[in-house]
Structures are given as structure tokens and as C-alpha cells.
């Protein structure tokens, strides 16, 4: 028997060992027996679709897969239709038919998310801009920041929520256009069940997973996910891509009132990386050329992770959670570039440790008419990030002056470029050491003044000490430090005119600190340490380091659910405005740490709307769509002000359908939509020369369900096989290249 979810309490805040409950992320329980919780009924007369089967994730709404109700943060008190934010859920079953594996892939379908290009080119792992505003630092799991450039897999993940908009009291400092929270997937005390899925396709992919939670006794379970994983760039070989990966979730809870849970996650990945085509600065259009990557070209990032979580119900209403977590990360690359006439080499390594705790008191209380959801919290980090280079000699004869060409004088393109270079790589010298440690309290309550009025307010308390010290080629360190106080708050009001309508009105703040970027070093126009122009021989303790980024966003907006609460359609206005922005200086297209401190100002405008759950008997899915504009108000530059900011598409739009033909077979598809958009740095102007085209494309899917115990799944992706491009490296000539057309086949087992 399937269980719903408790309306008058959010199921992240619940905690009861005889029931189907949430507990940070805890794996409900949805069926009595293991037999029971393997059903899979289908009524296509009312789309009745009860898929809370053992793995099935348990913040959705029963009978819509794609839709969420709750956050997996237990820190967000209401459901989502009540939640006063712009806030994009994706669901575990939308992620896996939509056919995308890694996060950057998976919000790269996201209307307001944009995909940029890193420092010197990569940026080790992902880089993402949300409402043009950088995010890269703004990466969560379970509510705890994911520090470092990692690349990031989503087969140990429940759901990943996207929050539009600054939200520094939950997240912390930076946050200005919002953060990205991956929900893991939670071992369960209530059932048995193993999940395997094996994929095989074109371009070699292979794509093996094993999901199994083991009920040990009655008050101690296990969870196991498992990955491998490869496959050629589609279109794009030698370039590849290889992953592997293991996560363990534990959960035991000695009596009615307490849960501890302990957590192990491991990812190891290998790529052959493409850094895309060449592009043309005199015509801004991107110009197809062969994989020019040297065979000893690399993109590794090893993860490792342990986190522990004691969950404290003494009585209903009232919560103690603690979560600590220890994290290590060694990222690396040494990659091609092409700028239309000779290779160069683009390289860094990056090694990450940090320690966090964070510590929330949840109560629910009564004052005189008034009904309060408090929660109190505190938050240590300490994070450690040290950058270096790679040591790399080409033993390749040059074949054209001192350079490495792809092709000759006539435009043939010469054999085996993919070994001009001859590559003798080996790990070199540091070059940045960058660590912060962050002290944080916060209080955030939900008041309801009556069932149509709730008011709401957060204010939040960081003490950093940061310290950045540079180390240049012949071994001269140079220290960079100060302490920093931020203060950030979220408030506003919410009118529920029907049982399943709300109008909320919200306004927050977010603030970011001069450097806050851990892989820039000295590298003032990507967001790491910035200084003005000082005299030589004036030490750095004297050096003014200016007064953090400041961020506000005001928001209007709608949220209404329909048909049992199985669809919620949304719409929001927004206005984000940045302030005190640290820029580069003027004539300054390195990466020098000379700059402007706190001389820019930007804005985004902006209206998106949204749709997710199932629209019909037979038709379910995921819709949204933007429409923004950004404008420079401010600038050390007077050229800059007025012009839009880089890496910002003013029009995106998605929607991943899916149509329930019988109850067995089911198929359907996503269009991403994304309007052009210039290269460039963080809260820059766009390169107007160098211009990533529109695009849309479109991805199609089908399921068939042999029985109980047996599915299988095929994805095209791309079929229409649309030349797309993700993001134009800011000062030259190379465009990334989104995947060409490729298909898969999954076959799935459950036992």
C-alpha cells in the first residue's frame, strides 16, 4: 500500500520508525513487504500512476514522477507549491529518461541556467551562470556546500534542486544568482530491494548502475549505489569519457526518537577532453574542425566524501539535526586549444579538503493565534583549496614556424593531429593556496497568521577568515588575507486566495568576498583575489581590500496546484541587482590580480513560468521558460555600461514531455530552447565578436515495462543532429560543442 506525505507537516521534518517518513533525505518506505513495494499499477483512466515502489524517490507526489512536493533541505519548511521562491526541482525519473548522466548536462536543460568556460579554458569540472550570475562555488549536496571544480554524477541522486535567485541565508556567502542541492539517495529500515539497469549504445557507450538497500534489522539498513560508465564524444572521437563511482548510505536508529546516518561517496572520472571547434573572431561564427586534442590530453577529478547525521525527535513538532562532513577532491587537465591557426595548451591542478558542521534546532509552535516554524542554526567550514600546474615539454616537431598547425598552407588538414604536440606531462609547482574558514548562525521563521496568510523572514551571521597566497615561478610567495563580516536576510509575505493557490511577494540578499573564487588565484576578472594598483614594496597588509558584492532580488510571484495536487503551474517576476562588483582593469586581458575594487553594477530582469506534474489522464511532464534582460549600470569602463552581460541568454525555454500510451509502454521527448549569447568574464560585457548561436534540440525516449521485475529504455539524443554550442571561451577562438546525435538502449531489473 502506497503511503502520501502528512500536508499539515513537510515530510523533511518527520521522524517515525513504524511509518513511511523523511529524515534529511531518508528513503521512504512505500509498501509493507518487499513483494508489495516491487507493484507498479497503472490506471490510465486517471493517470494514477503508483510508483512509490522501494527505490522510487520519496520526495515526489504520488502518481506524478516528475513532480516534487517537498525539499529534500529541512530547512525549507513548506511544500513547494507554498515555498516563496523560484525553485526547480529534478526528479530521479526525469533525469533518467531525459537521457542526461552528468550535472552539468542535466542543467544545461534549465531555462536561466547558462554553461560558461573556466579560467585558462576549463574549469576543472563544471561551471555554471544562474540568472547571469556566477555559481560555480554554489554547488550543495544535502544542504552542505560541495567546495571544489568537480565534475559531478547523478547516479547516487534522489533529486537536484535548482534555487533561482540569491538565497546567502541558506547558502551561505556568494549564492547571487542562486545555488544548485543535490539530494542523495538514503538507506531505509522499511524494505529490501536491488535495482540494476545496464545501457549500450553508440559511440561505445556503456553505462552499467546498481541501486540495493538491505534491511539488516528492523533498526539498521544499508544502501549501495554503483557506477561504470563510458563512451566516446559523439562525433567527436578520440575524445571520451569515462566514470566509476560508489556510494553507501547507512541508517540506524536505536529507538523512536533518533536516527544516525553515515554516508561514503566515491567518483573517479577520466576524459579524452574537446574543447570544441574553431570560431571565428572576424565573423563570430563557429567554424567545424576536427578533434584536435593531443592523445596525452586528460580531464581527471577523484572525490571522496564522508558525512555523518544524528537525527534528534524528542516530541512531535520538534527537531535536532547535526550533519558533518569531510571531503577530499584532486582534480587536473592539460587540454588543446585551437585559435584558428596554431595549438596551444591550457593545464592546472587543483587538490581540495574541507571539514563542515552545521548544527539546526526545527520547532513548531503556537503564539496566541499565530503558528511559527523556527529553525535556529549554526555552521563551521573550513576549506582548503590549493591550485597548481603542470610541467609540460613537446617533444613533436613544429610544423609550421614554432607552432603546431591542424592543417596546411592549402587548408588540408594534416594526418594523426591528434599527436603533433608529443606531450610529456608531469605534475608541476603550486601556484595558489587558498583557504577559508567560515563561522555562520542564522534563524529563519514561517509565521502563519491565518490559513491564507503566512509571513516569513531569515537573517543570517558569516565570520570568514580568508587567506590567498600566490607563489610565482622562481618561488615568491606572496600572502593575501583579511577577515570579513556578512550579513544576509530573506523576507516576505505569502496569500493563499484558494487551499491550492499562493501569491507570495519576496525580497533577499546574498554577498560574496573579494577572491571568493578558490580556483583563480591571483586572477582578478574570473573572481579570484583583486587589488588596486599598488606601489612596489608596500606590503599587502596594507592593501585595501575592499567591501563584498552585494546582491538583492526582489520576486513576485504564483504558484497554484491543480488535479490533486498532481500539477503545479507557476509564474515569477524578478529583479536582481548587483552591486559593489570587483572588476578588472581596464586594458587588462590576462589574469592579473590588478583591478577595481567595487566599481561595477548590474541588472537582471526577468519573468519566468513554469509547469510539472501530469497535465492530462496520459500526459505528464516538466516546462519552463525565461525571458531576462541584463544591463551594466556601472562599470570602470564607460564602454561596458549599457551593454548586456557575458555568458547571459536572454530567452531559454525546455519541456521534457512524457505520454503514458498503455500501461506497459510509455515514450516522449525534451526540446531545449537557448538564445544567443557573447563570451566573456563574470559580470562583464559580452564579447560582441564572439557569440554562441541560438539553439534548440531535441531528445526523445521510450519505455517498455515487460513485467514486475523487468524494463527497458531507449534514448536519442540530439536526433535531429543540431551543431549546438554550450559556451565560447572569453578571449579566443574556441566553442564548446554540445553533443552530437547518439542512442541508447537500457534494459532495467528489478529483484
Given at each position: 500500500?502506497?503511503k502520501?506525505l502528512?500536508v499539515?507537516r ?7 520508525s ?21 507493484e ?29 512536493r ?12 507554498e ?7 529534478i526528479t530521479?525519473?526525469?533525469i533518467k529518461?531525459?537521457?542526461q ?12 541556467v ?25 554547488v ?19 533529486q ?5 535567485g540569491?538565497?546567502s ?10 545555488a ?14 536491488n ?19 538491505w534491511k539488516l ?12 560508465s563510458?563512451?566516446?564524444v ?9 566514470r566509476?563511482g560508489?556510494?553507501?548510505s547507512t ?14 561517496y ?26 584536435y586534442?593531443?592523445?596525452q ?8 566524501t ?19 562532513r ?95 604536440m608529443?606531450?610529456?606531462?608531469t ?15 542564522y534563524i ?12 516569513f ?27 570579513e563580516?556578512l550579513?544576509?536576510g ?11 493557490g499562493n ?15 578558490s ?14 594598483s ?10 585595501d581590500?575592499?567591501?563584498?558584492e552585494?546582491?538583492?532580488n ?21 529583479e ?5 562588483v ?25 519573468v ?7 497535465i ?7 516546462a519552463g521558460?525565461t525571458?531576462?534582460k ?24 525546455t ?14 521527448g ?10 566573456g568574464?563574470?559580470d ?10 541560438s ?6 525516449f ?11 529504455r531507449?534514448n ?5 543532429d543540431?551543431?549546438y ?10 566553442i564548446?560543442?554540445?553533443d ?12
Open positions: 500500500m502506497s502520501t502528512n499539515s513537510p515530510a523533511s521534518l518527520r521522524l517515525q513504524c511509518a513511511a517518513t523523511l529524515a534529511l533525505g531518508l528513503v521512504a518506505a512505500t509498501a509493507a513487504t518487499p513483494a508489495a513495494a516491487q507498479a499499477e497503472v490506471e490510465l483512466d486517471t493517470l494514477k500512476i503508483k510508483d512509490r515502489t522501494s527505490d522510487t524517490n520519496p520526495y515526489t507526489q504520488e502518481g506524478a514522477p516528475y513532480k516534487a517537498v525539499s529534500g533541505d529541512a530547512r525549507r519548511v513548506k511544500p513547494l507549491v515555498t516563496p521562491t523560484t525553485i526547480t526541482v530521479e525519473s526525469q529518461e531525459s537521457g548522466t552528468d550535472l552539468r548536462a542535466i542543467l544545461n536543460q534549465q531555462p536561466g547558462t554553461i560558461g568556460t573556466g579560467e585558462n579554458g576549463n574549469a576543472f569540472g563544471d561551471r555554471y551562470i544562474i540568472r547571469g550570475q556566477e555559481a560555480r562555488s554554489d550543495f549536496v544535502d544542504g552542505l556546500r560541495d567546495p571544489g571544480m568537480t565534475i559531478r554524477e547523478s547516479f547516487a541522486i534522489e537536484v534542486e535548482l534555487t533561482k540569491p538565497s541565508t541558506f547558502a551561505g556567502r556568494g549564492s547571487a544568482g542562486g544548485v542541492n543535490g539530494i542523495t539517495k538514503r538507506a531505509s529500515t522499511e524494505y529490501n530491494f535495482r540494476a539497469e545496464l545501457g549500450a549504445g553508440t559511440d561505445n557507450f556503456i553505462r552499467g548502475t546498481i541501486d540495493s538497500n534489522t528492523d533498526t539498521l539498513a544499508a544502501r549501495v549505489n554503483l557506477l561504470y563510458y563512451q566516446e559523439p562525433d567527436r572521437d578520440p575524445a571520451d569519457r569515462k566509476w560508489g556510494a553507501v541508517v540506524f536508529t536505536p529507538t523512536d526518537t533518533l536516527q544516525i546516518l553515515l554516508d561514503y566515491h567518483l573517479t572520472a577520466r576524459d579524452l577532453p574537446d574543447m570544441g571547434v574553431y570560431l571565428d573572431g572576424t565573423t563570430g561564427k563557429p567554424v567545424k574542425t576536427p578533434v586534442a593531443q592523445e590530453d586528460f580531464l581527471k577529478s577523484d572525490v571522496d564522508f558525512t555523518g547525521r544524528i537525527i534528534l525527535e524528542p516530541f512531535d513538532g520538534f527537531s535536532i539535526q547535526n550533519a558533518t569531510y571531503g577530499t577532491t584532486d582534480n587536473g587537465y592539460v587540454t588543446t586549444g585551437y585559435r584558428g591557426t596554431t595549438l596551444s595548451t591550457h593545464q592546472g591542478w587543483q587538490d581540495v579538503e574541507y571539514f563542515v558542521n552545521q548544527f539546526n534546532v526545527n520547532g513548531e509552535f503556537t503564539t496566541g493565534s499565530m503558528k511559527h516554524n523556527l529553525i535556529v542554526g549554526t555552521e563551521y567550514s573550513d576549506q582548503k583549496v590549493t591550485n597548481g600546474i603542470y610541467t609540460n615539454v613537446n617533444t613533436g616537431t613544429p610544423n609550421c614556424g614554432t607552432g603546431y598547425c591542424i592543417k596546411d598552407a592549402a587548408g588540408n588538414y594534416y594526418d594523426n593531429i591528434n599527436t603533433l608529443g606531450r610529456e606531462i605534475k608541476g609547482r603550486v601556484d595558489s593556496k587558498w583557504h577559508v574558514k567560515t563561522l555562520s548562525a529563519m521563521d514561517t509565521v502563519d497568521f491565518t490559513d491564507w496568510l503566512t509571513v523572514a531569515g537573517l543570517r551571521y558569516d565570520a570568514l577568515d580568508y587567506s590567498n597566497t600566490t607563489i610565482a615561478n622562481n618561488g615568491t610567495r606572496t600572502p593575501y588575507g583579511y577577515s563580516e550579513w544576509n530573506h523576507a516576505g509575505i505569502s496569500v493563499k486566495p484558494t487551499e491550492n501569491i507570495y511577494f519576496s525580497w533577499g540578499t546574498a554577498k560574496d568576498v573579494n577572491g571568493g573564487e580556483d583563480l588565484g591571483s586572477s582578478c576578472g574570473y573572481g579570484g583575489i583583486c587589488v588596486p599598488v606601489p612596489t614594496g608596500t606590503s599587502t597588509a596594507a592593501i581590500y575592499g567591501q563584498p552585494t546582491v538583492q526582489l520576486e513576485l510571484g504564483v504558484k497554484w496546484d491543480l488535479f490533486n495536487d498532481r500539477l503545479m503551474l507557476s509564474a515569477a517576476a524578478f536582481i541587482t548587483k552591486d559593489d570587483f572588476e578588472q582593469a581596464i586594458g587588462n586581458t590576462g589574469y592579473d590580480l590588478t583591478g577595481t575594487l567595487n566599481t561595477g553594477r548590474n541588472r537582471v530582469r526577468g519566468e513560468l513554469g509547469m510539472v506534474g501530469n492530462t489522464e496520459r500526459l505528464s511532464g516538466q521558460v525571458f531576462m541584463s544591463k551594466i549600470l556601472r562599470s570602470n569602463n564607460p564602454a561596458n555600461i549599457g551593454e548586456p552581460l557575458a555568458n547571459f541568454a536572454n530567452n531559454a525555454a519541456a521534457q514531455l512524457r505520454y503514458q500510451a498503455t500501461s506497459k509502454f510509455s515514450f516522449g525534451t526540446a531545449t530552447y537557448r538564445g544567443k549569447m557573447h563570451a568574464q563574470p562583464g560585457a559580452g564579447s560582441l565578436n564572439r557569440t554562441v548561436p539553439s534548440t534540440v531535441f531528445d526523445l521510450a519505455s517498455y515495462k515487460f513485467n514486475e521485475n523487468f524494463d527497458v531507449f536519442a539524443g540530439n536526433i535531429t543540431k551543431d554550442y554550450l559556451a565560447a571561451y572569453r578571449s579566443g577562438s574556441f564548446y560543442k554540445g552530437a546525435r547518439s542512442f541508447r538502449l537500457t534494459v532495467g531489473a528489478r529483484f
